[in-house]
């Protein structure tokens, strides 16, 4: 078996609600392998999106760690935390998260000029942007760079997202419900740009709560009562 990546132990978060706390996660473990497609599968509101922002460092957790590659991201400081998670991971999510006034080529170039200096950009500029042309055109978009998000179909705007997250080839992409807002056939195509995406060795962790896209992956989590199940 190839390298642990990713191990996060224990993992608990609860949400404040009123009075009393909602406790979403209760315990959740779990690793990923370097070049794996893993997908997390539960029902909707069981804590899948709390658990994939955990794993990412968007989110603290309450209790537990995650490991990443060696590092303990809880244990760095938040400036250290995000830059690990701005350089070795890639989001991508149900609604796109696309920003509407740039267009498809300025919304993938956006990571990469966050992770650059104002003084690094002109010397940087150049391969960046090749790195850009080279993301759409693995998603199969190369020819909608200067569109704008409103004039691009639901899967286009899905590529358009994950060209964003691989642009600056992350060790991890984690996809959260990547086809759960587009029609079967477009969700179709997204899972085939994610397969190809896996073929060429991209570590990948996609949630889910329909079965038939997490039979797409290499092996299935299950999360439930705030625990992951593994079969
Ligand atoms: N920021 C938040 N504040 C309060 N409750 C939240 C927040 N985010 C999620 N929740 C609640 O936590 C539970 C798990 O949410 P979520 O992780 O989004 O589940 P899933 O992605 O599996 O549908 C849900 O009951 C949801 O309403
Ligand atoms: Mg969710």
Redesign the pocket.
């Known amino acids: 078996m190839s390298k642990i990546i990713l191990q996060a132990d224990n993992i608990c978060k609860a949400?404040i609600?009123g009075r009393s706390p909602?406790q979403?996660l209760r315990g959740a473990s779990l690793s990923i392998h370097e070049g794996e497609f893993a997908a997390i599968m539960?029902s909707?509101?069981?804590?899948?999106?709390?658990l994939m922002h955990i794993i990412g460092a968007l989110d603290l957790p309450d209790r537990g760690s995650v490991i990443f590659d060696r590092r303990d991201v809880f244990a760095q400081s938040r400036r250290e935390r995000e830059r690990l998670r701005n350089t070795q991971v890639g989001f991508i999510f149900q609604f796109y998260h696309l920003l509407p006034e740039l267009n498809v080529f300025e919304n993938i170039l956006l990571p990469h000029m966050i992770g650059c200096s104002i003084l690094g950009w002109p010397a940087a500029k150049k391969e960046l942007k090749a790195s850009a042309s080279e993301a759409m055109e693995a998603v199969g978009l190369k020819d909608r760079a200067r569109h704008r998000p409103n004039e691009l179909s639901g899967g286009e705007r899905q590529r358009a997202a994950i060209a964003r997250a691989i642009v600056t080839k992350p060790r991890l992409l984690l996809a959260d419900e990547p086809t759960g807002n587009l029609d079967r056939k477009t969700g179709l195509g997204i899972l085939a740009v994610l397969d190809e995406l896996h073929k060429q060795g991209q570590t990948i962790v996609m949630?889910t709560h329909d079965q038939a896209v997490a039979d797409r992956a290499d092996r299935i989590l299950n999360l439930v009562e705030g625990r992951v199940q593994t079969d």
């Open positions: 949400y609600m909602l979403v539960g909707s509101g069981s804590g899948k999106s709390t949630v």
